[in-house]
T-cell receptor, first 111, second 114 residues
Framework: DAKTTQPNSMESNEEEPVHLPCNHS???????IHWYRQLPSQGPEYVIH???SNVNNRMASLAIAEDRKSSTLILHRATLRDAAVYYC????????????FGKGTRLSVIA | DGGITQSPKYLFRKEGQNVTLSCEQN?????MYWYRQDPGQGLRLIYY???????QKGDIAEGYSVSREKKESFPLTVTSAQKNPTAFYLC?????????????FGPGTRLTVL
């Protein structure tokens, strides 16, 4: 799987939007961009995924660059419960290959 | 409720003892995975299984063993050969192939070897 690069940590004030960046310059045409997050002492949970177009769901939005070499996870209004490690992962569109996790971005939310 | 169950949540063992971590899913998923997480680090793949009676080594399989006799179950044994077994262990499952499929995780088992 192609590699992703994320900042080690970010900080946000509560109730403000948060933009979490991810670079994936070696992405292939069949790679989906997935985001997971891991709350303290819990297993990761799925947040959102996309291929080429921007995506929205109840948890977040995903903005994908036109060349697909980068993406941004957007939390529209950060809450204290959003404090977690966020992982950006590329997934090839075939097979059951496991997710490959990097170190992710640790998001701190300040009240 | 459908989901993945891992038990126990906390496990303590003496050095030199084998220990088996349980992972059960009722999601009817074909693929199951075991990851290990050390403090401040990302997840590292230990073993995975795409179908019953078949499994593959991940990046850090040494000192671990698995079995997949039933679709619902994928137990992980941490053997005495694992040099540093204290870690947070996460089990996951996934229904099928393709880039759109999501992977579901259990709550994890925190193993401490004394």
């Amino acid at each position: 799987d192609a590699k992703t690069t994320q900042p080690n940590s970010m900080e946000s004030n509560e109730e403000e939007p948060v933009h979490l960046p991810c670079n994936h310059s070696t992405i292939s045409g069949t790679d989906y961009i997935h985001w997971y997050r891991q709350l303290p002492s819990q297993g990761p949970e799925y947040v959102i995924h996309g291929l080429t177009s921007n995506v929205n769901n109840r948890m977040a939005s995903l903005a994908i660059a036109e060349d697909r070499k980068s993406s941004t996870l957007i939390l529209h209004r950060a809450t204290l419960r959003d404090a977690a490690v966020y992982y950006c992962i590329l997934r090839r569109n075939s097979g059951n290959t496991p997710l490959v996790f990097g170190k992710g971005t640790r998001l701190s939310v300040i009240a | 409720d459908g989901g993945i169950t891992q038990s126990p949540k906390y496990l303590f063992r003496k050095e030199g003892q084998n220990v088996t971590l349980s992972c059960e899913q009722n999601l009817n998923h074909d693929a199951m995975y075991w990851y290990r997480q050390d403090p401040g680090q990302g997840l590292r793949l230990i073993y995975y299984s795409q179908i019953v009676n078949d499994f593959q080594k991940g990046d850090i399989a040494e000192g671990y063993s698995v079995s997949r006799e039933k679709k619902e179950s994928f137990p992980l044994t941490v053997t005495s050969a694992q040099k540093n077994p204290t870690a947070f262990y996460l089990c996951a499952s996934r229904k099928g192939g393709g880039g759109v499929d999501t992977q579901y995780f259990g709550p994890g088992t925190r193993l401490t070897v004394l």
